[in-house]
């Protein structure tokens, strides 16, 4: 699954927002088997994974041998707060409390395209990570897709 776009959207004051349109159409095949939303890992932020991804992240995960300590902690920490989210009758999504107030999110709510999930973000603080004056955006894609070719493979 390849999401695309971001969305803003309001939440009510208790944490429910409404699936944009053109976001639900591309998620319509999996609507139906709920998403996971979790903190995420590097920003102050949620993440949202249609079940069936949370499901192959899971995979990856559930392969770390367990008698690593470092493998353990990682578990705990990656599915702390993890939280099972259906969609309800009239196409909302309800973000609980203690994700709320993780995440900062107040009203204004973006929904972010991360490939295969979504980040939710409070819309100031994602406004601010995206100009952060520190971030070399042009210099961070060299980083990270200067040796890659057009076939994706890593060139040495």
């Excluded at 969305?7 to 999996?30: F, H, W």
């Excluded at 070399?136 to 040495?156: S, T, Y």
């Amino acid at each position: 699954m390849n999401i695309t776009g971001t969305y803003e959207c309001k939440a009510d004051s208790k944490g429910r927002l409404m699936l944009p349109s053109p976001l639900k159409k591309q998620l319509t095949a999996t609507l139906d088997e709920g998403f996971v939303l979790k903190r995420s890992v590097f920003a102050n932020c949620l993440e949202l994974y249609p079940m069936g991804e949370w499901n192959r992240a899971m995979q990856t995960v559930n392969g770390l041998n367990r008698f690593v300590r470092k493998n353990v902690d990682f578990i705990r920490l990656f599915t702390a707060g993890v939280r099972i989210i259906e969609m309800d009758g009239t196409g909302r999504i309800l973000i609980p409390k203690e994700l709320t107030e993780v995440a900062g999110i107040r009203s204004d709510v973006v929904l972010a395209s991360a490939g295969s999930y979504l980040e939710v973000w409070d819309k100031v603080r994602y406004e601010a990570v995206l100009n952060d004056p520190q971030v070399d955006f042009a210099k961070l894609a060299e980083d990270v897709m200067g040796n890659i070719d057009a076939a994706g493979d890593v060139i040495p």
